[in-house]
């Protein structure tokens, strides 16, 4: 009898610890317009391979890729890497205004700036993220994507982890601004949110005045800027333009990658085209960084806390707005990353990828 109840005991004890530390993991939901590896997909990898994450769910957005690609990319990555217990979730395929996403190609075409990068105008839009999987991979997926829209399946997340979940958007933010619209409930419900966007003291890539994934939908931008999150944190171009690799660093990454299919997913990816014309090339490692932020505030090494307003019509659709004082009512301040450690950064992601 004794040794039977210190057993139960024991077990008790157990399961109690176990618990404790399942309740100590971040919270987190991934909101992306996912492609292979770099970078959404490195995110995807350090996410949900880190014992410190609980990774809700990855919802995917048309921004970089199409929703339906980005789907299919998800899927494949966490197959690679033994994680099809994590939610896949497709959502909004245009903005929320879908003439906004066509007026890229107008934009560009007025203002001769950057190296007009339309994102996923550039590709073939599948019909369903299966006809994409089949496209890219020539084979058969091992999971498939719940049957629920993005919006939705945040909302229903948040409201069942109140005061826990920690949104990372870093695609545009459409399936954000749905789930506020249809929920304005769930706003002080989260955690924080943590967003890859904007440009404040520094000229955008896309158009001297935006970054790409504010400017594919400024007007969901502009509603997630003006939700009264608890805390929200935005890495923008500022430090992405500080933040950089080189084809060394790149070639680094692909022999410390122990999984074959990531490894190959590296092999394949655009860049590494452009480092073998260029290995001084520069690039940046824009979602990475606020992925990282999002964990370890430790990152940033220089913010500011400001308020912010995205315009939304006119020529300057997706330029962000700073003041010192609310010109508004429901205008929230917002923590701005300018500036983080670029040498444990990339150190960070060679030790994901070093562990796979």
Request: glycine share 6%; with cysteine.
């Amino acid at each position: 009898m004794r040794k039977t109840f210190i057993l139960l005991l024991s077990l008790l004890v157990f399961a109690s610890c176990s618990k404790n530390k399942e309740d100590d993991r971040v919270m987190v939901l991934l909101d992306t317009d996912m492609v292979e590896v770099f970078d959404d997909g490195v995110v995807l990898l350090m996410l949900a391979s880190n014992p410190d994450v609980n990774l809700l769910g990855i919802t995917t957005v048309t921004g970089n890729t199409w929703n339906t690609s980005g789907t299919a990319y998800a899927i494949r990555q966490l197959e690679a890497i033994g994680r099809t217990d994590i939610p896949v979730v497709e959502g909004a395929n245009r903005p929320l205004l879908a003439e906004q996403f066509n007026n890229l190609r107008a934009d560009w075409t007025e203002w001769g700036y950057g190296d007009q990068y339309l994102g996923a105008l550039e590709t073939k839009e599948y019909d369903t993220w299966l006809d994409a999987y089949h496209a890219y991979y020539n084979s058969e997926p091992t999971m498939k994507p719940q049957e629920i829209d993005a919006a939705d399946f945040i909302i229903k997340q948040v409201r069942a982890n109140p005061g826990k979940v920690c949104l990372l958007a870093i695609g545009p933010c459409t399936n954000i601004a749905n789930a506020v619209q249809r929920d304005p409930g769930i706003v002080p419900l989260v955690k924080k949110i943590v967003y890859m966007g904007g440009n404040f003291h520094c000229e955008g890539h896309e158009l001297p005045w935006a970054e790409f994934n504010w400017l594919a939908d400024p007007d969901a931008a502009n509603i997630a800027v003006h939700a009264p999150f608890a805390e929200q944190l935005v890495v923008g171009q500022d430090v992405s333009d500080r933040v950089r690799m080189t084809g060394k660093y790149y070639h680094e990454l692909i022999d410390a990658t122990t999984n074959d299919t990531i490894k190959e997913m590296f092999k394949k990816n655009y860049l590494n085209g452009y480092f073998e014309k260029d290995p001084d090339l520069q690039w940046y490692m824009w979602d990475i960084i606020s992925a990282l932020a999002l964990l370890d505030e430790s990152y940033i090494t220089n913010e500011e806390n400001t308020y912010v307003t995205v315009t939304t019509e006119g020529k300057f659709r997706g330029q962000c707005n700073l003041y010192d004082e609310s010109p508004e009512e429901g205008t929230q301040k917002i923590r701005i990353i300018l500036d983080a450690d670029d040498y444990r950064i990339r150190d960070a992601v060679l030790e994901t990828v070093s562990k796979l």
